[in-house]
Every structure is written in C-alpha cells, then in structure tokens.
C-alpha cells in the first residue's frame, strides 16, 4: 500500500471509530469550524508563523502572530482569576509543556529568592510528566501518597515537607486516571504549618483546567482565591484545538523573578525554555474565543459533566462497580472483557483500594447519552456482569 494510500486507510478508520473511542481526554470533533477555510483565504496558510520567545517581550520576531497571543492569553487569563493587566503567560505546545515551564520557573523563581534550589512535592496519583520534568530539571522530587478522594494525602505531605528548603509543589487538578483533584485549601493549610522557606505553586488542569471555568466549580483554578502561581493547560483536550497544544498562565511577577537570559541575535531576554514556538496554534486559540464561544463552551462543559452523571447511574443500575470523583469527567470502573476494551479504546489503571484491575472512560464532548447506552449494553451482555 502507498503512503498517501495508508494515510487514507488510518482517516477512515478514524471516523469509523471515532464515536466509540472515549477512554482519552480528547474532544473528538474539534471546535474548529471555518477555520481552515479563513486559513487558506487569508493567505496565512503561506506563511512561517513563529512566535520566537516570550510574546510580551518588547522585541518581537517580525513574522510572528504575538499580537493575538497577547491578546489569548489576556482574554484566557480572565477567566482563571488572573487580572488582565497582571497576567502574562504563552500558548504551548502541550499540557507537558505547560508543566515544563511552570516547574521550570517555579524553580528558578525559588532559586533566585532563597539561594536554594526547591524539593518539589507531586502526588502518585499525578501525570507522570510532572516527575520526567522534575528529572530533566535535576530536581529533587518527594512523591506523595494518594489519600481520600485520590487527591495528595495532606498527612503525608506534612511529614514529608522539609522546612528548610522551598517548596515547589505541583498541583493536581483533575489525574490521569482517577479524576482526583488534589486539596488546595489543605494543602495551603500544611503549607501555614510548617513554613517552608518559600512556596510556588503550580497547577497541573491539563483536561479539568479546560471545563472548570465554564461550571459552577470556577472557584478552584481561581488564582486569586487559591492562590497558586501558574497552571497548565491542554488546547487538544477540552478546548477542542485540532492538534496538540496548550496554555500556561501565570503573572509578570513569576516572569519578573526569572534571572534575565538576554540572546544577543534575538535582540531579546529569552526567559522560555522554548526559542521556536507556533505561531499558528494561538490563531486556533483566538478562533475559539471569536468564533465558537465561550456560550459554547459552557454548554460543552455542562452536558459533559450531566453525561458522567448518567454513565455513573447506569453502571449503578447494574451494579456494577463504578466511581467518579467530585467536580470530574472521569469515570473509572472494574477493568471490563479484553473486547470490550478495544472496541470502546478504554484506558486501563491498577488501584488496590478499588479492587485492583480498573479502566476508565473519559466523558469528553462526544459522549452522548446513545453511546453510554451501548456501552453499557456491551457490558451486561459480556460475562464479567454476572461474577460483579
Ligand atoms: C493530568 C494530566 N497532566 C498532563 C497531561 C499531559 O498533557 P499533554 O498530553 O497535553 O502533554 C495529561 C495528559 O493526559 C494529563 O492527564
């Protein structure tokens, strides 16, 4: 089979599949429309678009789309209780990326106040991108245990916190599997206690990040009312950007703190780890906020959270072991037949408290009432109902 052939192949099978695929955090029909179509027309599709750097520096790269990147990550900023005239932040590659920098600048931030590189603090139940980064950075990581609900254990964390270093504590909301979002009073609580010598907070919201502040639950990626000092973001993920992409938020004080990194041919302080950067992906960003909407989005995050309700009800109908954690989209349950697995692409975790074996599912926008009803149909009809 020729390459173009094959490429073919994989777009059918994608939409063949595509209904049934709901074991990722991906929003499977993009909130996209119209936008190749203004791409092409405005003649942009020509272009290099490359967002060298910081986008609110000074000095910008002429062929760059930093104009509007400025103006995503104001218009976004807002939304997570950061004030317009006090944001700053970029649009990444990632909710890895993301990460990258805000345990990257926590670090350097800490460094630079208390001459001390920070002891960063994750819980078992985070992404595993938090401790990669923490490696490639050379940091020092203490994993903290999994407590109620699958957040941080706040009595591990007390013990575990040296005073006599900085904190950097990364802060899940919304895990990989479990949905569990870690407890930022509590946490703040045990910070008070024990008093390390300086604190940055930074929170990993790849999926959760994304919904929130369209619900009533706005109040926990509040930076104001949480006080923490960046947050990570995936585009691909709630936000429904056709590739991969992100947001990291955070404040001019946090970039004020960074040492400046002045690159003599950029004519520029470079305070990202990044140099190249896409110039596309914040147009895909400044497309969601002009042309689908934050309405959209609200009904978007709405019906995906009543949607977790009623898989969490179906399985309880059947009495089938099933879980999901306050404010998630993520329902996980005893690990299902091998064929059903694959025909629904769940993904798999292993928790002993909850019997061991598990999958998941994760209620994205493409999770309707009718797929639900098959899948929980596929599972009475399967044997693993009757030894349940
Ligand atoms: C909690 C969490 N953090 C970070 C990531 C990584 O995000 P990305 O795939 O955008 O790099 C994921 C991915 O699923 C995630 O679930």
Known sequence: ?????????????????????????????????????????????????????????EEQFILGSSVIEQEVIRTFASLYGISKDNAWGFVTNSGTDGNMHGIYF???KLQNETGMLPIAYVSKEAHYSSYRIC???????????????????????????DPTKPALIIIAIGSTFMGAIDDQAGIQKVLDDVKPIGVYKHLDAALFGGYLPFTKYNDIINMEKQGYDSIAISGHK???????????????????????YK?????????????????????????IIKHTGF???????ESML??????????????????????????????????????????NGFLPEYGGELSHIVVMQHVKKNIIDDFIKDIVS??????N
């Open 295 to 301: 309405e959209k989005l609200t009904e978007e995050a």
């Open 106 to 108: 926590g670090a350097k």
């Open 238 to 260: 709630f936000f429904g950007i056709d590739e991969p992409s992100g947001l990291f938020l955070s404040r001019k004080d946090v970039l004020a703190a960074q040492k400046a």
């Open 1 to 57: 089979m020729k390459v173009e052939e094959k490429l073919i192949s994989l777009v059918k099978n994608y939409y063949e599949k595509i209904d049934f695929t709901i074991g990722y955090p991906v929003c499977q029909y993009p909130n996209m429309e119209g936008f190749g179509e203004w791409y092409s027309k405005s003649g942009i599709c020509d272009m290099v678009l490359d967002n060298v750097g910081n986008p609110f520096a």
């Open 135 to 161: 490696d490639v950075q050379n940091l020092e990581v203490k994993l903290i245990d999994r407590g109620e609900n699958g957040g941080m254990d706040l009595e591990c964390l007390r013990k575990s916190i």
């Open 263 to 287: 690159v003599d041919y950029l004519n520029s302080d470079m305070p990202l780890i990044s140099c190249s950067r896409s110039g596309l992906s914040p147009l895909k960003f400044y497309w």
């Open 382 to 387: 399967s044997s693993e109902i009757t030894k």
């Open 306 to 347: 009543e949607h977790t309700k009623y898989l969490q009800q179906k399985f309880d109908e059947i009495n089938y072991s099933a879980w999901h954690m306050p404010y998630s989209n993520t329902v996980f349950f005893k690990r299902p037949e091998k064929w059903i697995q694959e025909k629904y692409s769940l993904a």
